[in-house]
């Protein structure tokens, strides 16, 4: 069955920080990536995603991330975090039908 | 516009109670999903619909839990002989459905407590 794992479950950083969440996905095919946020209080959000083309996509807030297929990641980045960061992030995977698989989630908090 | 809503926000339950969820998805969302947020275990897929197709009930966690969608708008999650396991916040999404990577809307989700 198709996963997601997000390596980091907390993470803690200083304003101004570079950040770099990992996310790993299993299945061999075709696959429809995303990352969505829940901020405190809030609903889940979408961030960015990635269909095909530039393997590098940049999504809302300056966010990034990259896909690098022969390592089956899609990992997301953000060179100076901000206080406001501070949110739950998850990686999803599609693989070409409705269903979407979410990972664990991986908690940040940003210090002011 | 309206975004996905969800009631109740919270829903506080003896074990061996019945509950309903219910969910009204975005006008025009033709695929609904329902996913359950645990504490450390991220979004578990239960099930979803898309149309008038049968729905993907490949995630729901036993026989206690159903769903229905009538008339393909409000859909009702509906947990039989709750558990105290069954404590979570569940979650409902809705999307364009035409294409499989149309992302998800989220409503604010149901937080369930089995006492």
């Known amino acids: 069955a198709q996963s997601v794992s997000q390596h980091n479950h907390h993470v803690i950083l200083s304003e101004a920080a570079s950040l770099e969440l990992g996310c790993n996905y299993s299945?061999?095919?075709?696959?429809?990536l995303f990352w969505y946020v829940q901020y405190p209080g809030q609903h889940l959000q979408l961030l960015l995603k990635?269909?095909?083309?530039?393997?590098l996509v940049k999504g809302i807030k300056g966010f990034e991330a990259e896909f690098i297929k022969s390592k089956f990641s899609f990992n997301l980045r953000k060179p100076s975090v901000q206080w406001s960061d501070t949110a739950e992030y998850f990686c999803?995977?599609?693989?070409?039908?409705?269903?979407?698989?979410f990972g664990a989630g991986t908690r940040l908090f940003v210090k002011a | 516009g309206a975004g996905v809503s969800q009631s109740p926000s919270n829903k506080v339950t003896e074990k061996g109670k019945d509950v309903e969820l219910r969910c009204d998805p975005i006008?025009?969302?033709?695929?609904l999903y329902w996913y359950r947020q645990s504490l450390g275990q991220g979004l578990e897929f239960l099930i979803y619909?898309?149309?008038?197709?049968?729905?993907?009930k490949s995630g729901l966690p036993s026989d206690r839990f159903s769903a229905e969608r009538t008339g393909g708008s409000v859909s009702t999650l509906t947990i039989q002989r709750t558990q105290q396991e069954d404590s979570a916040v569940y979650l409902c999404?809705?999307?364009?459905?035409?294409?499989?990577?149309?992302?998800?809307?989220f409503g604010n989700g149901t937080r369930l407590t089995v006492t």
């Open positions: 999404a809705s999307s364009l459905g035409q294409l499989f990577n149309s992302p998800l809307h």
């Open positions: 299945y061999g095919g075709t696959v429809n």
């Open positions: 990635y269909f095909s083309g530039d393997p």
């Open positions: 999803a995977v599609n693989t070409g039908g409705f269903k979407t698989i």
């Open positions: 006008s025009g969302h033709t695929a």
């Open positions: 619909f898309q149309g008038n197709s049968a729905p993907d």
